[in-house]
């Protein structure tokens, strides 16, 4: 398996997750979220088959989006004189592992990646993932060390906010 950045002459075969919206994305506009700066995305490739991809874009985690108890628990990994309402964040904006690949650790390899990228190889400031998780994903994400952002959202949502404190691996 090897790690790529989509580049705008790369040629697609076949790629589904099981999201039609993830599917498309990659095929028809993670392209020109490149060239317009909005977010780069990563495919790892086996045997020249896409087996999952994921984008990237910065964000930033922020008190108005959190609740109070969820920002006490942010607040508290940095001392008191660097106590924020807001900190820079990457954020996972699509990720999706291709159903030849599911289950067998692609997913929690692309987030120990992502980690540890944004841990030891930044080129900016960025103390958290962020993620809108899918509601069928919020397992996914809990089981690799991402919290709720607001508590609130767990019911009837589209999309959950989640993020992982990358504090936590310094
Ligand atoms: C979610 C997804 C990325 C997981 O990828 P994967 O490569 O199959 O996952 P892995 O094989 O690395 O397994 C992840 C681990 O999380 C666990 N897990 C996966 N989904 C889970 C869920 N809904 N609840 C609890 N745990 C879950 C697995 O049991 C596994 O545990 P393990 O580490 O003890 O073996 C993949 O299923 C996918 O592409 N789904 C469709 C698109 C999607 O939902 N993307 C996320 C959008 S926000």
Known sequence: MRIIRLT????FGSFDCGESDLNDFLLADAKEYASKLLAVTYLIESDGIIAAFFSLSNDRISLAESDKATWRRIKNAFPHRKHRSDYP???IGRLGVDYRYKEQGLGNSILDFVKKSFVTNNRTGCCFITVDALPSAVGFYE?????????SDRENAETIPMYFNLTRLV
């Open 8 to 11: 705008s002459d790369y040629q």
């Open 89 to 91: 964040a990457v954020k």
């Open 143 to 151: 089981h690799n060390g991402f919290h709720l952002l607001r508590k």
